[in-house]
Structures are given as structure tokens and as C-alpha cells.
Nanobody, 122 residues
Framework: QVQLVESGGGLVQTGGSLRLSCAASGRTFSSYAMGWFRQAPGKEREFVAGINYSGETRSYAESVKGRFTISRDNAKNIVYLQMNRLKPEDTAVYYC???????????????WGQGTQVTVSS
């Protein structure tokens, strides 16, 4: 079992930055691929970024490439999402997730956090 708790969301102006954190419980954190998804009102949950178990491989949605960076610290059981040059269209609830592989399909992940709200004002 892995429990995930996100933090770091909030309200920021266009062009600003936020860093989301996801703290994981359990001794098997380093064996999981980790991902960040987001869901805006009335829209489906979408893949944002993913990182493999070792941190060597990272994937990003086209909409966030060059602006967002995913990283992980296996010693601390934490995964981060650094978000720069934020846009109003980045406004959503952001979810941390753990699974076997980095994939863009939400249902293939095993564990989810409760989400943290990110709001970007124009």
C-alpha cells in the first residue's frame, strides 16, 4: 500500500511559479513510477508528467514541456512538480499518482492522492 499526500497548490498570477510536492508513505516508494495528472472543471483527468522509479526517465504532456519539471527524492519518499511560466489554462486540481510504469492512462495507476488546487489568474 502507498498513501500519497499532495501539497503546494494555491493561487498565482500568470507567469508565476509553484512547486507541488507529493509525500508517499511505505517502504516501496522507490519501486514505483510516479505521475502527476490534472483535472479542470468539466474536463477529463489528463496526464501532466511522469517519472520512472529511478528518476532517469521523465515524460511530459506537450502543453507543459519546457515549463514544468518532475523530479523525485527516493530517500525522502517525495516527488515534485516544479511549474514555471504558469498560464490560466493550467488551472486545475493536480493529483499525484503511483504505478508500475509511466503511462498517460489514469486507470493504469494504482494509487492516487487527494489532489491540490492550482489556480492561475489572468
Amino acid at each position: 500500500q502507498v498513501q500519497l499526500v499532495e501539497s503546494g497548490g494555491g493561487l498565482v498570477q500568470t507567469g508565476g511559479s509553484l512547486r507541488l510536492s507529493c509525500a508517499a508513505s511505505g517502504r516501496t516508494f522507490s519501486s514505483y513510477a510516479m505521475g502527476w495528472f490534472r483535472q479542470a472543471p468539466g474536463k477529463e483527468r489528463e496526464f501532466v508528467a511522469g517519472i520512472n522509479y529511478s528518476g532517469e526517465t521523465r515524460s511530459y504532456a506537450e502543453s507543459v514541456k519546457g515549463r514544468f519539471t518532475i523530479s523525485r527524492d527516493n530517500a525522502k519518499n517525495i516527488v515534485y512538480l516544479q511549474m514555471n511560466r504558469l498560464k490560466p489554462e493550467d488551472t486545475a486540481v493536480y493529483y499525484c499518482t503511483a504505478g508500475r510504469f509511466v503511462v498517460v492512462t489514469p486507470m493504469l495507476y494504482n494509487y492516487w492522492g487527494q489532489g491540490t488546487q492550482v489556480t492561475v489568474s489572468s
